[in-house]
């Protein structure tokens, strides 16, 4: 196969539909502050997601900022070192202290008991994320941040759709955020959400991405301008009938990577629970460098090499980062490891069954080679 296979796809809404509500931003020239694209993006992922409070802004990164910003904390925040550098950019410009501790490598989620461990009177809260979408463990982090007086914010950007035991994952915590960005399961080119559980506190979020002026044009909190826009909004608003659609094939392709996969020694994929209602957005895999004869980043080059793009997330560690090293951190092993041989392989709802079986064909000859090799 001669086309590029990339770890992800976007998905595109109709150009058709796109248009029509292009057309109508144009007409109106409203183009940003609440217009009515945004307003019905708001009340379509509210009923989607089964939420029940919701603010759209401009980008992930900045609604994690305000999200944080919004709780009004000071001291130290436990999370993990395997996530994207934004989890810990929006603690830093929080003037935040984080904390690392470890994963558990069942889930590569944060490890509870590790967490506690962490806690201290300096502690104000916890941030952590569901990596791959695949949920932490939210009822032990509730009983935690309940006995020690904590606040949570998930970092839910991976979490788009994903419910536990049939509730929207997105309702634990005092705060969860997702990510629309364009590598997401459902995208609005740049953007994200902030999952709250009152008005009061939705409001005060809407106040913060309008630079901190409230809807009576007083200024009441220091904010930043991080407004979704209109051309974003509707461009999730056409995206949005085909994420359904685009999940289901997500999972056929997950399924049929996990069979073929499943007898290749030297290679783990990451559990998966019953309970958990996925949305498959990302496909990674655990190399054992010393049965499958090859590194990660050995195997990834050869992939390269073969036009397949795969993605060692999250590797290196944030904690390894000379911008990160003076953070505190407590033993990193499980997430040492994890790092240092993950891969994702592509995956995406345009995925063919013939595309999966051609990746992981390259998997088992570069196998054999490295093998006949030895």
């Known amino acids: 196969m001669k086309n590029n296979h990339y770890v992800t796809s976007p ?3 109709s150009k058709d539909e796109l248009s029509e509500y292009i057309n109508e931003i144009f007409d109106s020239a409203y183009l940003t502050n609440g217009g009515k694209f945004v307003k019905s993006l708001e009340k379509k992922l509210s009923g989607f997601l089964e939420v029940e409070f ?7 990164t900045l609604a994690l900022a305000l999200a944080i910003k919004s709780q009004n904390l000071t ?8 996530t994207h550098v934004s989890t810990i950019q929006a603690l830093y410009w929080n003037n ?13 989620n944060i490890c509870t008991s590790a967490l506690e461990k962490a806690i201290n009177p300096e502690t104000c809260a916890i941030l952590p994320v569901h990596i791959f979408g695949n949920p932490c463990s939210v009822k032990e982090i509730e009983k935690l941040s309940n006995k020690y007086n904590l606040k949570v914010i998930y970092d839910a950007a991976h979490c788009f759709g994903v419910k536990i035991d049939g509730q929207s994952v997105l309702n634990y915590g005092d705060l969860s955020v997702l990510s629309f960005h364009a590598t997401k399961v459902f995208n609005t080119i740049e953007g994200g959400a902030v999952i709250s559980h009152d008005k009061v506190t939705k409001e005060f979020l809407d106040t913060l991405a309008n630079s901190g002026i409230d809807k009576n044009s007083c200024l009441t ?15 999730g608003i056409a995206s949005l009938n085909l994420v359904n659609n685009a999940i289901e094939n997500r999972k056929v392709s997950t399924i049929r990577y996990r069979e073929l996969i499943k007898n290749i020694q030297g290679i783990h994929t990451v559990d998966t629970y019953d309970n958990i209602t996925h949305n498959y957005i990302y496909f990674p895999i655990i190399i054992e ?3 499958f004869g090859a590194t990660a980043s050995e195997i990834q080059n050869y992939l390269s090499y073969n036009q397949v793009y795969a993605k060692r997330y999250f590797h290196p560690l944030i904690s390894e980062s000379n911008l990160f090293k003076s953070c505190r951190k407590y033993d990193l092993t499980n997430c040492k490891e994890i790092s240092d041989n993950i891969l994702c392989l592509p995956l995406s709802h345009k995925l063919t069954m013939s595309e999966i079986e051609y990746i992981v064909d390259l998997l088992i000859k570069f196998k054999d080679n490295r093998t006949r090799t030895d």
């Open 11 to 13: 998905l595109l809404p």
């Open 54 to 60: 919701i603010s759209l802004f401009s980008s992930g």
């Open 75 to 82: 001291g130290e925040v436990i999370t993990t070192p395997f």
């Open 96 to 108: 935040l202290k984080p904390v690392f501790v470890d994963m558990e490598k069942s889930t590569l």
């Open 221 to 235: 909190g220091h904010g930043l301008s991080s407004k979704m826009n209109e051309v974003q909004a509707a461009f």
């Open 289 to 291: 460098p010393n049965t």
